[in-house]
């Protein structure tokens, strides 16, 4: 790592993957059915609470052992995320994704999204601190908090109604596109034979723990929260689509 973190921040990337893993935990459970049988519930939250736990542990320990560092090509890093991103593509499509996309209110499933604006304080200080390159802190081309602020300008737009599909799909689409803009660039900025940025440090310290948290923890909470609005938005088109087609019961058949 080309410097020392300092203790605040490394407690901080802790607590915040700590809490967006409490969090998944948490919506897994609220998103049943109201009359959903308490041990079904509770088989839910249990499955959801072990798979974060593992999630979390691996990813932490393998980061612990070395096993990140770059050299090797692929970098084992990006083929990891790799991985992680077809495991959230299934989540998203299976019985998961349905049970958090369907059952939370969009409301929650946008305004989720705001977690992203203490991810780049925590990107600012990193930089500050010799971490980081600065593309990939909001010093430079990192644009990534603005998905946050405009998820927390939505909430009550959706919450009352007055938000419609396609603003919401609008807004989806952009957050989607800066994550993986920031995420394209830190990339670039790592030590890989094709690297573009090549000012200050090199992007090592997602082969550290606890930042190695940041690609898997933080930046696969983001993309899944993308993919369940999209699928929540894919449903409710479907749903409007029928219901427009379906001939009233009251209307008189010819």
């Known amino acids: 790592m080309p410097a020392q973190p300092s203790?605040?921040?490394?407690?901080?990337?802790?607590?915040?993957?700590?809490?967006?893993?409490?969090?998944?935990?948490a919506a897994v459970r609220a998103a049943g059915p109201a009359d959903e049988p308490?041990?079904?519930?509770?088989?839910?939250?249990l499955g959801a609470a072990a798979a974060t736990l593992a999630?979390?542990?691996?990813?932490?320990?393998?980061?612990?052992?070395?096993?990140?560092?770059?050299?090797?090509?692929?970098?084992?890093?990006?083929?990891?995320?790799?991985?992680?991103?077809?495991?959230?593509?299934?989540?998203?499509?299976?019985?998961?994704?349905?049970?958090?996309?369907?059952?939370?209110?969009?409301?929650?499933?946008?305004?989720?999204?705001?977690?992203?604006?203490?991810?780049?304080?925590?990107?600012?200080?990193a930089h500050v601190e010799g971490l980081i390159p600065i593309q990939m802190s909001y010093l430079g081309y990192n644009f990534d908090v603005l998905s946050g602020l405009t998820a927390l300008i939505l909430i009550p737009l959706i919450a009352s109604g007055r938000a419609p599909r396609w603003l919401i799909g609008a807004w989806n689409a952009l957050g989607l596109a800066l994550l993986l803009t920031i995420v394209t660039i830190s990339i670039l900025s790592a030590p890989v034979p094709f690297r573009a940025?090549?000012?200050?440090?090199?992007?090592?310290?997602?082969?550290?723990?606890?930042f190695v948290w940041l690609p898997t923890v933080l930046v696969a909470a983001a993309l899944l929260g993308h993919m369940l609005v999209l699928r929540r938005l894919l449903h409710d088109r479907r749903a409007h689509?029928?219901?427009?087609?379906?001939?009233?019961?009251?209307?008189?058949?010819?």
């Not at 999630?55 to 890093?77: D, I, R, S, V």
């Not at 409301?107 to 992203?116: E, I, T, W």
């Not at 940025?197 to 606890?210: K, S």
């Open 7 to 25: 203790t605040l921040l490394t407690l901080s990337f802790i607590a915040l993957a700590l809490a967006l893993g409490a969090g998944f935990v």
């Open 197 to 210: 940025f090549h000012e200050g440090p090199a992007n090592v310290f997602v082969t550290f723990f606890p």
């Open 55 to 125: 999630w979390l542990a691996l990813t932490g320990a393998l980061a612990q052992a070395g096993l990140f560092a770059f050299g090797a090509m692929p970098p084992p890093l990006l083929a990891l995320m790799g991985g992680v991103f077809i495991a959230l593509t299934a989540l998203t499509v299976g019985p998961v994704g349905r049970r958090l996309a369907l059952g939370l209110p969009m409301a929650a499933l946008v305004g989720f999204q705001a977690f992203r604006i203490l991810v780049e304080l925590l990107l600012h200080r």
């Open 38 to 45: 308490p041990h079904v519930r509770a088989r839910w939250t």
């Open 241 to 254: 689509a029928h219901r427009a087609l379906t001939p009233s019961l009251a209307e008189p058949r010819a």
